[in-house]
């Protein structure tokens, strides 16, 4: 199955094939059902002063923030599913930047809001847009540089795993933008988004799957879990860390229920499947052998309330009408 072409690095090969969709690499969506880190302090109702901790220490906002720079497209996620809107925002897992990049923040935030010269390093293209805080991965902001950020405005770096603790993240960012209901709101939503996709794939719960990309004719595996949060479970080649390659002849490593590969082009994915032992895997039997667009790439490892939206809707789409899942044997 192929559906319509539609963060961050994980190595030079890669971003040199995709400078358009780069994967937030080794990270992985948590489970939608985890609850919520509460541990911040602050007014649940969005009264302020309020105090986060964070990375590198407690930071106190003691009005609500009008001017926030966004270094992280996760976080712009975020802010817009709680109503808010960055003064600025950039990412520099994207070589191209653009929001036909991200199609899960399409219509929720305007392109012209990137700004291609910001980044942890370059203070003063922070500076300009005179925020009032800024937010970033600890990956980009290391201490050094978030002394340097604290002299220009409060700085936010989350103290939890990108992706894999999406909600407490959202929780905090709620607290300091005085959205906390809306954050709540927002991951329960979520959850039950994906409550709702559970039951609509009933007959692959439990079942196996590995994902990966296709490139310079090898499966690149990849150890990303967005499936895990649908019901399915990591087949036993999944790589929990790393991405390790299978050529053309190892092809029959592919065990799995499920297998999705992102195809970041027409030829790739044709000679892929004009190759014989392919149509040999389990999953091509199973027709669950599915090729991602490449955009799915830069989603694959992010977590957030549009992106684990975006994912699912996209999924289940893929997924519901298999004869795998119809079956459900």
Known sequence: MTIPPT???IGALVATILAASLALAGCASSAPGDDADDSSNGASTGAFPVTVETAYGDITLDEKPERIVVLGVDFVDILTSLGEEPTAFADEGYRNPGISNVPWLDGKISNDLWDVDMSSSNIEAIAKHNPDLVIAWGNDVDESIYEKLSEVAPV???????????KPIATEIGLLTGKSEEAKEQIAAVEQTYADA???????QGKTYLVGTLLDGQVILSPWTFLSDLGLVPADSHPTDGYPRLSMENLDQLQADVVMLVAFDDDTT????????????PASKNGTLIYLPANFYGAAGRAAPANMTWKSDQLVSLLEDTARNQRGQ
């Open 7 to 9: 963060r961050r690095r």
């Open 270 to 281: 044709n000679k892929f499947k004009s190759d014989p032992r392919v149509a040999d895997l």
């Open 198 to 204: 559970r039951e609509q794939l009933q007959g692959l």
């Open 156 to 166: 936010y770096v989350p103290d939890h795993t990108a992706g894999a603790d999406w």
